[in-house]
């Protein structure tokens, strides 16, 4: 929900702090601030709103020093404002933060009876204080951040700096990440390698619980139960963490394009040489012992999983129950012998979702993962992960991690069916070809790009829209919902078709457009018959489908999107770019901030 970076440098650290923080914008952007040591003492600047504010007040308010700690923020706790951005600073002590510490009010009792007072409404600022307070009883920075830590509940990711001291910084991670970057002389830390990829391709990742003190030259890692341990040091890939819009006005635009690219990647990594099977990275999994799956994620990655849900029983024959991880985690329920526990996550932060696999750790037969980060807490904490291969995704709208995970998901489907034996080979053979031809037809796909952006200018007038699909094409139009509120702010939801009629056909009227996504398929029929009772109650139909479809049932429709036809079972992945694209060009006629929608944060790494 929020970035954070560090330097211990040897040159002027405010313009490498905020080149950083550019790259860890879309993890929250309700302001940003850097703190440095600046000839022995610290110093700040802070600024609502996006980052660029912060540039802008550095210009005529510039910070000196060459060790320095940045932020940018999402509000958990205290409206964006200067007043609670962070660097949150007490004393000689200054803090940055992303998490949210649960005894924080507890906490600031304590400081309170202590005579210390409080400036925000933040729980950040009981870190800089707590450790202020360690530091008024005596204690060296080293210890006053040690013993602060011990007292936090919650999740944090943490970086602290502290008056005349130019080379120290400690540097803590309990359930949201945080990396060290080795540099020549200098050290880094940063939320996420993207982060850090500008100063070093040198990464330690931290563990759960560990904290850890950093000069320009030594790193010192501590794990949670205070002894000293040693994690690796990896090179990333620069240019896997490459951020820029390849010439496109988005990053949503670009992630949209990159998708028949990268799914082609996927596609390369799972089928082998000869077309025939799909093989698993390092590792396996023995779907004849597995009687149910369990699915687990939020937002668009569970929207993946629930149209998994349909492949896993319709290919596979085996038993799916798909769930969002808020819900899941709380309600604990029970995990039957031979179950897998499948968690799809693009970040593989997200709060909710690492807390369930947590809950299904030492239950399920076998924790999987389906994540877009090989290195990410859920990545690491599961027994097998499969990577998507989508490469870096800025936009806080999922769109190519989308159609990745639906690709690797159909992929898994296929594996378990042929061990299985529920498939004939023909079949399996004819799946697994339009599989490796998805990339072209994506292309085709991408065609669509002209009329969706004259389509989307009309709705972009509608107050309301609902989404209709059968079949896969249900969750899909659950997800299309969910790209154009998020997006747009137009409310949007979306219903099983044959759902319609036992309460949502009350909402139509002239007004609301329906788009109802519809291949020529299988349950086509029952899906026209819908929209003739939309429009016979005025109801404004957009029809999405091929061009057979449109032959069918395209007359009286208010307007219509013409697709390529794919095998029906690729139909959902096909299906997610007109999802992806109504909700594109409807946000820019309406002028909402495309890649930084208000509100949100790429990944979700509080609950
Ligand atoms: C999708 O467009 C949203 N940004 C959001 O729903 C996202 O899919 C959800 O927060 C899950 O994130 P994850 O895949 O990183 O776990």
Redesign the pocket.
């Given at each position: 929900m929020c970035g954070i970076v560090g330097v211990l440098g040897t040159h002027e650290v405010a313009p490498l702090l905020v080149e950083s923080l550019k790259r860890l914008e879309y993890r929250g952007y309700d302001s940003a601030g850097i703190a440095t040591v600046n000839r022995g003492k610290l110093d700040r600047r802070r600024a609502v709103g996006k980052l660029v504010n912060l540039s802008d007040l550095l210009v005529h308010e510039p910070l000196a020093g060459t060790s320095g700690i940045g932020h940018t923020r999402w509000a958990t706790h205290g409206a964006p404002s200067v007043t609670n951005a962070h660097p949150h600073q007490s004393g000689p002590v200054a803090v940055v933060h992303n998490g949210i510490i649960e005894n924080f009010r507890e906490l600031r009792e304590e400081l309170a009876a202590k005579g210390q007072s409080f400036v925000t409404q933040t729980d950040t600022e009981t870190i800089a204080l707590l450790a202020h307070q360690y530091m008024l009883e005596g204690a060296d920075a080293r210890t006053a951040a040690e013993k602060t830590i011990a007292r936090l509940h919650g999740a944090f990711a943490l970086a602290f700096l502290f008056d005349g001291e130019d080379d120290l910084m400690i540097a803590a991670r309990k359930g949201s990440p945080l990396a060290i970057g080795h540099g020549d002389g200098e050290m880094f830390v940063g939320s996420d390698a993207i982060a850090l990829t500008p100063m070093t391709d040198r990464i330690t990742y931290l563990e759960e619980g560990d904290w850890a003190v950093l000069t320009r030259t030594s790193v010192e890692i501590r794990d949670a139960n205070g002894q000293l341990a040693n994690r690796a040091e990896r090179r990333i890939q620069i240019d896997s963490t490459r951020v820029d819009k390849g010439g496109h006005k988005h990053f949503m635009a670009k992630e949209i394009a990159e998708q028949p690219r990268v799914i082609g990647e996927a596609v390369r990594h799972y089928i082998d040489e000869d077309g025939a099977r799909v093989v698993l990275p390092r590792g396996e999994i023995d779907f004849t012992k597995i009687r149910r799956v369990t699915m687990v994620?939020?937002?668009?990655?569970y929207y993946a999983c629930f149209t998994a849900k349909y492949w896993f029983e319709q290919l596979a024959r085996v038993p799916v129950e798909v769930d969002i991880a808020s819900e899941f985690r709380y309600r604990e329920p029970p995990i039957e012998e031979g179950t897998l526990a499948l968690f799809?996550?693009?970040?593989?932060?997200?709060a909710d979702?690492l807390a369930a696999l947590r809950y299904c750790a030492g239950k399920a037969t076998k924790i999987v993962s389906v994540v877009n980060v090989p290195e990410s807490s859920i990545a690491r904490e599961s027994d097998l992960a499969l990577p998507i291969h989508a490469g870096a995704e800025i936009g806080?709208?999922?769109t190519k991690?989308f159609t990745c995970q639906l690709t690797v998901l159909l992929m898994l489907a296929l594996h378990a069916s042929a061990q299985r034996g529920t498939l004939p080979k023909e079949e399996r053979a004819r799946l697994l070809s339009a599989l490796r031809s998805l990339p072209s037809t994506m292309v085709t796909g991408l065609e669509i790009n002209a009329p969706t952006e004259t389509l989307s200018r009309k709705l972009a007038e509608a107050q309301d829209v609902l989404f209709l699909g059968r079949g896969p094409l249900y969750p899909l139009a659950l997800e299309a919902a969910?790209?154009l509120k998020?997006i747009s702010y137009i409310h949007a939801e979306a219903y099983a078709s044959g759902e319609l009629k036992h309460g949502p056909i009350a909402l139509i009227d002239n007004k609301m457009p329906v788009v109802v996504m519809a291949p020529r398929d299988a349950l086509f029929d029952k899906t026209v018959s819908n929209m003739q009772e939309v429009m016979a109650r005025g109801g404004k139909v957009v029809l999405v489908t091929d061009e057979q479809g449109r032959a069918e049932a395209g007359d009286g429709v208010w307007e219509t999107l013409i697709i390529p036809h794919v095998d029906p079972v690729l139909a959902p992945i096909l299906y997610a770019l007109p999802a992806q694209l109504i909700a594109y060009h409807t946000a820019i006629a309406k002028g909402t901030d495309v890649d930084q929608p208000r509100n949100?944060a790429?990944?979700?790494t509080v609950e």
């Open positions: 994620a939020c937002g668009t990655a799809v996550s693009q970040s593989g932060e997200t979702t806080v709208a999922s991690a969910l790209k998020e949100l790429k990944s979700v």
